[in-house]
């Protein structure tokens, strides 16, 4: 059994009120493994980069039981970059610059001990790089979970359906699903987007949490209030990794379990954006993880009468 996980693995730099970070690890397949080997080990990543990227932080990924068999080194070429500047309010931000390098021509090829992975993380990139890699597969995943962005939407939009048909859960923020549905209440967009493949959808609300929708039942995870957030950027990717490696973990999928994978991953994320980049996840505990695990218990912990007596008031 395993977690097959492609994006991008690249170099961001990131403005935010907090600061400055030029030239730093990113990229939405480094957060996403990163985060998935804190719950389950068995990942093996599918990208592309230059000779530019640190082979140090390849050593890193392995020594955390990432397969890198599947990551392509470009001898002479750059690795994918990405600069970003978020506004005040650090739930908007503008892309700077997006620059595809070695993402430009690349074609994803599966090592043979990939091509039965039963759980796979399509991470945000090109949707005809995310549709070559389901073709390859030789067996039929048991959750296939796709990520995408405006960006995609503007550019690809028709390959982006095609993928949407195959996969069983799509992530996105909540411009995104409005974007992608044409409709302006969330739940009207949710009920169009589960009508193009997708059985479950995570509408992600930045600092206002994730609702995952499924059938006619929708459920809520708060993000945790933070003192500061130093650096959104990875959070979605954070999110995705924690979600799938405890699915991977359970090896269940039942509701349930969909809904224990949306407060793991609100909790990576939530740590994930107290640092620049990659920062505060590769240094993070197994109690770190518990205490914020705990902190969303206590957010939302609450007790209610369901047959309310307005005698009880007084
Ligand atoms: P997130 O903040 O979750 O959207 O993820 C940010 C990461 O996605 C950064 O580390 C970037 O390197 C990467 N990224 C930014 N734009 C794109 C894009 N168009 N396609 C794929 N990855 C991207």
Redesign the pocket.
């Known amino acids: 059994m395993s977690l097959l996980v492609v994006?991008?693995?690249?170099?961001?730099s990131?403005k935010t009120p907090f600061g400055s970070v030029e030239k730093v690890?990113?990229?939405?397949a480094?957060?996403i493994s990163w985060a998935a080997t804190f719950y389950y080990r068995n990942v093996k990543l599918v990208s592309v980069i230059g000779d530019d990227w640190p082979e140090t932080e390849i050593h890193h990924l392995r020594a955390r039981g990432v397969d890198t068999e599947g990551l392509q080194i470009r001898k002479g070429q750059k690795s994918?970059?990405?600069e970003?500047k978020y506004n005040n309010d650090m739930n908007s931000?503008d892309?700077l610059a997006?620059d595809?390098n070695v993402?430009a021509d690349f074609d994803p090829i599966l090592p043979e001990s990939y091509k039965k992975s039963r759980y796979v993380m399509l991470?945000?990139?090109?949707p005809d790089i995310q549709l070559r890699v389901l073709e390859q597969l030789t067996a039929r995943p048991k959750l296939i979970v796709m990520?995408t962005?405006n960006?995609?939407m503007d550019v690809a939009m028709p390959s982006l359906k095609k993928v949407l048909s195959k996969v069983d859960l799509l992530t996105i923020?909540d411009d995104e699903a409005r974007q992608l549905s044409g409709e302006h209440s969330l739940v009207k967009a949710a009920n169009a987007i589960l009508k193009m493949g997708p059985s479950y959808l995570v509408i992600k609300k930045g600092e206002h949490g994730a609702l995952l929708f499924y059938r006619n039942s929708i459920f809520f995870a708060p993000a945790l209030p933070l003192q500061d957030v130093v650096d959104?950027?990875?959070?979605?990717?954070?999110?995705?990794g924690g979600f799938i490696g405890y699915l991977a973990q359970s090896d269940n999928i039942q509701y349930n379990y969909m809904k224990r994978a949306m407060i793991y991953g609100s909790a990576m994320a939530s740590l994930c954006v107290e640092e620049f980049?990659l920062q505060k996840i590769q240094t993070l505990t197994h109690d770190e993880i518990v205490d914020r695990l705990n902190e969303f218990v206590k957010l939302t912990k609450f007790n209610i009468k369901l047959n309310y007596d307005s005698n009880d008031d007084e």
Request: glycine letters at 18%.
């Open positions: 994006g991008t693995v690249a170099f961001d990131i690890i990113g990229g939405a480094t957060y994918f970059f990405w970003g931000r892309t997006t595809l993402l991470g945000n990139l090109t990520d962005m960006y995609w923020n959104p950027t990875g959070a979605g990717d954070t999110f995705a980049s």
